[in-house]
Each structure stands twice: as structure tokens, then as C-alpha cells.
């Protein structure tokens, strides 16, 4: 489904009961919604799930330049606006999880827990670094040129080996990827609001994985 949000065009998907509590999933850095299929459907009778593709990502319109942070979680804002969400929890992974934490900063009224999921919550010259060299080679060769770099990063090696039949289903996520969101993403990473000052906060009110 697509609905306008913050002055561009969202997809997401909405599943689950009626009367249940609102939950949002919000997807990786080069993934899409689907990267919550397999979630989605043994939590669909708990809650009221909304899953959508962030700025740039799998459906949603993907503007050229380079996104801020306050941008991304705008978006969120704007579309449970657009959506009639007053309140939900939230799941977010990677970007997603930055994601989540700057809302709990910026909108704690609008979401109850939090599970944030693969975020380091600081950045240094050498990860600034690193992202504008994807920038670089995401503008130079496009999503193919990242597609092993990325698979190695985010699998161990005996996974790749393995390659069980959900590596292919991710390949396609990364490959389909625009290349606009995907620089614009990489751009608003290393911008991402620091978890440090908030790590005691979010214990009390997250699950939280942190790496």
C-alpha cells in the first residue's frame, strides 16, 4: 500500500487484529519491509503490526541527496500521523534502530517499548570514513558493487558457505535497493543520535542489543 508522508511516497503494510496494540518494524540499512515477513506472521495475531519501507528503501519514493537523521525520523512521525497511530511499539534493527532511538529522544509520548536491535550508538572518523566510501563505490559501480562487501559484513563466513535459501531473498533486497536511498541512508548513519547519554534510559524502558 503507498501513502503520502512528509512530502513523499510511502509503502508499507499493515497486518494483524484490529483491537490489538500497534507495533512498527522498521528495516536495515539495503533491506526492505519483507526482512520482517517471517516476524510478522508468528506475531500477527499479538499485534497490530505496521511494517514500511524507510526513505529511499524497497517501494518508497527514494529523493536524490544526501538524508539527515532528523529527516528519517520525521517520516516516522508523518506517517502514524497519516495513519491515525497515536502510540505504538517499536522494532527496529541497525538504521532502524538509530531510528527508534532518536524518536524515543525527540517523541517519547509516541511509543511504549522499544526493541532496538544492532546499533554501536557512536561514530568515529574511521566509520565516517568507511560510509563515504560506500557513498563512492553505491555511486560508481551501484548495488552491485556492494553486494558481496555487505554479505560478508553481515554473515559469518560459514552462513555464506551454507547459503541457505534466505541468503538469496536478502541478495535480492540488497541488488534491489535504490541507489539514491541507498547513498542518502549512508550519508544519515554516521549523524545518528549517540545512545550514550541515554544507554541508562533505555534499560529501563528497551530491550536492547548492543554491539
Excluded at 4 to 23: H, M, Q, R, V
Aim: net charge positive; proline share 7%.
Amino acid at each position: 500500500m503507498k501513502i503520502k508522508a512528509n512530502e513523499i511516497s510511502f509503502n508499507y503494510d499493515i497486518s494483524g487484529p484490529d483491537s490489538a496494540p500497534w507495533l512498527v518494524f522498521s528495516n536495515s540499512l539495503a533491506t526492505n519491509l519483507h526482512m520482517w515477513d517471517q516476524q510478522a506472521a508468528d506475531l500477527n495475531n499479538a499485534f497490530r503490526m505496521l511494517r514500511y519501507d524507510q526513505r529511499g528503501h524497497g517501494q518508497t519514493e527514494a529523493p536524490a541527496g544526501r538524508y539527515s537523521f532528523d529527516t528519517l525520523i520525521a517520516d516516522v512521525i508523518a506517517l502514524m500521523d497519516a495513519l491515525g497511530i497515536r502510540r505504538a511499539h517499536w522494532c527496529g534493527v541497525s538504521m532502524g534502530c538509530a531510528t527508534g532511538m532518536g524518536l524515543v529522544q525527540k517523541h517519547p509520548e509516541r511509543f511504549d517499548k522499544m526493541v532496538l536491535c544492532d546499533n554501536p550508538g557512536r561514530s568515529s572518523p574511521e566509520t565516517r570514513r568507511a560510509w563515504e566510501e560506500r557513498i563512492a563505490i553505491a555511486q560508481q559501480g551501484g548495488m552491485p558493487a556492494l553486494l558481496e562487501s555487505t554479505m560478508q559484513r553481515w554473515f559469518p563466513p560459514e552462513t555464506l558457505k551454507a547459503n541457505p535459501p534466505h541468503m538469496d531473498i536478502i541478495r535480492q533486497m540488497i541488488l534491489s535497493t535504490p541507489v539514491n536511498g541507498y547513498i542518502g541512508c549512508s550519508a544519515a548513519l554516521p549523524t545518528s543520535i549517540s545512545s550514550a547519554p541515554w544507554r541508562a534510559y533505555l534499560r529501563r524502558r528497551c530491550a536492547t542489543r548492543w554491539s
